[in-house]
Each structure stands twice: as C-alpha cells, then as structure tokens.
C-alpha cells in the first residue's frame, strides 16, 4: 500500500500492462514524447520505445481505426484520446466499428480495444474541452463504459479492461489527476463492473461517479455535521450499470440525489431515476433530484465554470430541500 | 497550456525564425521604399498601444455576472 496520485495509479497500471503483455502498446496524441497531455504517460517511451508507446497524428478518427485493426490483428491496443470532445472525430469508428463488429460478424471477430479519454471540467480548459459526455457511450451496445473515481480504481479499472474480448472505454476525470489517494498494486480488484458504496449512510443516497464521487463525498460530510447520514454510491460502471446496488442503495435510504457532471437532459442521471423509478417506485420517500452541470458549453472564466458544473454546497442544498418536504 | 518543445530541436526553430514573414515583409517594403523607419516606428507603437488598451480595458472591466451564464447559448428565446 503506498500513497500517490491518480495520474500515477494510471502510469503503474499503463507500465504493468506494457510489461505483462507483449501484446499491449499505448498509442495516442503527445503519449511519447510529451508524456501524455496530463502526463500518465511520461518515462513509458524511454522504458518501452516507439514501437509501443507511438505518438500519432492529430487525427483521432484514424487512429482509433488503426487501433480496432490492430485488436481485430491479436494486439491489446491502448488508444487514448486526449479529451473526450475530441473524440467525437472518432465516433464513426467507436460506434459504427468498434461496438458493431462482434455482432455484425455473427461472433466471429473480437475487438479487445481499451479507450481511454479525459473528461468533464473544472480546469479551465473551456468548452472545447471540458465537457462530460459519458453518456454518449454509455448509451451504445458493444461497448462497455467504465469510470474510476479513486486511485485504486484508475489503475484496476484500466488492468480488468485489458482482460476484456470487447471494446472498453475508460474515462478518467481530468480533475482528478492530481487528486491522492492509496493504491495497492497487490490487492485483489475489485469486480470493475459492479457500484461501490464509498460512505454508508441511512437518509439518502447520493449516486455519482468519476469526478463527483469526491464531492459526493464532501457533501456526505457536510451534512453529516447537521445529523443527515448519506449513502454515496459510487456507479464506477456506466454500461451496464449496476441496477441492483442503485435499487440496493434506494431501497436503504428511500431518498435519492443524483449528481451527474453531464447536461441534465438526457442524462446519465436521467437513466439512473428512470431505472428507480422503474425497480423502486414505491421505495422512494421523495421525488428523485438531479445536480447536473448548467446547460451552458462549459465556460472559460473561473467563476463562470465554477457555476456551470455541480459543486458541494448545490448537493447539500439538494438533499436539505428534499428532506424538508412536506409532501414527502 | 503551453509547448513544451519537445518535438523539434531548437536549431530548427531558429532556422524557421530567420523566415519569419513579418521581418521578410517589412524588408521588403523597406526594399521597394514603401516603409521607413518613422513608419514602422508609428506602426509599432500604435499597435502596442492598441495591444495595451485592450489588455487594460479586460483587466479593468467587471467580472462578466454569473446570471449571465447562459447567454449566447442560443440567439434568441423560443416563442
């Protein structure tokens, strides 16, 4: 157990990876002699070459085909993508290949492809790229989606989607790079498919994943002072989701805030109360509530995007108005 | 957001700044006595000055107010 960042946990499981498998190489805008644009990759070229760790165009379309080329080949492809906006150039391939091929073929080709992207905001970066666009994929059969939001998790998550036949997108938020946390590089994983409970509480279940997990989180604490005792519910798994510890965790609580970084409508967030509203109707002691991001492309300005994106103080607001209706 | 410059070596962007088309057109009007140097003199300063102004003119503006957060996102509201 040693103590380090995300962006780190990253690198360890992206070295082990490039160590285990000859098979794996790391391809992507600025990961070799830059580093990668937040530095997961820095020091893998001069440990692994250029065959395997390969700077490619500004061209995200072409490589993420050359990546699909190289799993239907027998590689393990790593592609990374620097910023899940610019990944919209590479739908095409995601979504009319990658997610289609297995069943197109009747089962006879596998795409063993692990994408990995940044996503969401709060680094200033403007709104070409800070966007949260999970659901775009998590809406798409053939691909699985996974979201780590601790340390452990940014380096098991990217471990299990090696081991996966199937394209494995990973999105990691690009706001918690830096954040620390522990990693245990021996421990057993943990199923990468399944929700966590990170805090147990009995009021109210607060369902986030990736980046709002830790605000989640401090949120729980903050109302804990007033005697409220929330439950967060780590979704980690954006497709499938785990509707059994999302119904699990209503079922405790009977109230449930979803925080979710993407626009509300048509959220991942709109999924998750549809799903309660579904399996948990008559669990349920209050209408579910959502805190999502402003309907705004994510501003520029650091005041600005501090109030487009959802933040602690909009969470525990959210969970004190639901618990002071009357109706409820 | 920066360029760390790590892709080419400093030699060949020296190299490329010897070529830097804003010199080579200023030479070239010098050549064909379109520009002298009270000329460039008043371009310069006049665009730093412009350049200033507009720097002073943000820094000194108010932060633009968080109820506008959503404007511009659409050109108008929908009846």
């Known amino acids: 157990m040693n103590r380090t960042t995300y962006r780190e946990a990253v690198r360890s499981a992206l070295r082990d990876a490039l160590r285990r498998d000859p098979r794996v190489f790391l391809m992507g805008e600025d990961v070799g002699r830059y580093g990668g644009a937040y530095a997961c990759s820095a020091g893998l070229l001069e440990e692994f070459g250029p065959e395997r760790v390969r700077d490619t165009p500004l061209a995200e379309s072409t490589f993420v085909g050359a990546g699909i080329g190289a799993a239907l080949g027998g590689a393990r492809p790593i ?11 590479a739908l095409d391939q995601i979504v009319n290949n990658a997610a289609t091929l297995r069943h197109m073929s009747g089962g006879q080709l596998s795409i ?16 070409q790229h800070s966007h949260s666009l999970e659901n775009w994929y998590a809406h798409v059969p053939g691909l699985r989606v996974l979201a780590p939001a601790t340390v452990q998790d940014a380096r098991d998550m990217l ?35 399944r929700a966590a409970v990170r805090r147990a509480g009995r009021d109210v279940s607060l369902i986030a994943h990736g980046g709002s997990v830790p605000k989640a989180l401090v949120a729980a604490e903050r109302l804990a002072e007033s005697g409220l005792e929330a439950e967060v519910l780590d979704l980690r798994c954006l497709r499938p989701l785990d509707n059994e510890a999302i119904l699990a965790t209503v079922r405790r609580t009977h109230r449930a805030v979803l925080i979710d970084e993407g626009w509300r409508s048509g959220s991942l967030a709109a999924e998750v109360s549809a799903r309660i509203m579904e399996g948990a109707f008559y669990e349920l002691d209050a209408p579910v509530v959502r805190v999502c991001s402003a309907e705004v492309p994510i501003p520029y300005a650091r005041h600005l995007e501090e109030a487009a994106l959802p933040q602690v103080p909009q969470i525990v607001d959210a969970v004190r108005a639901m618990m002071a209706r009357r109706d409820g | 957001m920066y ?43 006049e665009v730093a000055e412009e350049v200033e102004s507009a720097v002073r003119a943000a820094d000194e503006a108010p932060l633009e107010p968080v109820e506008d957060l959503a404007r511009f996102v659409y050109t108008r509201e929908l009846p």
């Open chain 1, 79 to 89: 592609v990374e993508i620097m910023t899940v906006n610019f990944s919209l150039l």
């Open chain 1, 112 to 127: 063993p492809l692990v994408v990995r992207m940044a996503t969401g905001g709060g680094r200033q970066l403007a709104a």
């Open chain 1, 159 to 193: 471990l299990a989607a090696l081991q996966e036949p199937d394209p494995v997108i990973v999105f990691e938020h690009q706001y918690l790079y830096p954040m620390e946390g522990d990693l245990d590089e021996l421990a057993e994983p943990a199923n990468p498919w």
């Open chain 2, 3 to 45: 360029d760390a410059e790590k892709y080419r070596d400093k030699a060949e962007v020296a190299d490329w700044r010897k070529r830097d088309p804003i010199d080579s057109f200023i030479a070239r009007l010098r050549g064909e006595q379109l520009l002298d140097d009270g000329d460039l003199a008043r371009i310069e300063r």
